[in-house]
């Protein structure tokens, strides 16, 4: 049964950093990219950032590049997102997943978690 869990979300003041983890476990995600996405209340769900597990090929989202790092540790099947320079408008749900392809499109992941929730206050 394949599982992703994440951590690490809470309350944090603008400005602030924050480390999100994400424990994968059930199969293999050599062969996986790793993404990482948020829903604020009211919106849609949007892409963050993805990773491949060698970590050779990562693309971030604009709204975040420059504050935020995706990294992963093959070791430990653990995805991680520092995130760094924090604004009240990351504010959301942050949900990690996997899939085939290292993409934006949420529709190419299959596996999901339950997400975290990060709230960033002004």
């Known amino acids: 049964q394949v599982q992703l869990v994440e951590s690490g979300g809470g309350l944090v003041q603008a400005g602030g950093s924050l480390r999100l983890s994400c424990a994968a476990s059930g199969r293999t995600f050599s062969s996986y990219a790793m993404g990482w996405f948020r829903q604020a209340p009211g919106k849609e769900r949007e892409f963050v950032a993805t990773?491949?597990?060698?970590?050779?090929?990562?693309i971030y989202s604009e709204s975040v590049k420059g504050r935020f790092t995706t990294s992963s540790d093959n070791g430990k099947n653990t995805l991680y997102l520092q995130m760094n320079s924090l604004k009240p408008e990351d504010t959301a749900v942050y949900y990690c997943?996997?899939?085939?392809?290292?993409?934006?499109?949420?529709?190419?992941?299959?596996?999901w978690g339950q997400g975290t929730q990060v709230t960033v206050s002004s």
């Open positions: 997943a996997a899939g085939p392809l290292l993409s934006h499109d949420q529709r190419t992941y299959y596996y």
């Open positions: 990773i491949t597990w060698n970590g050779d090929h990562i």
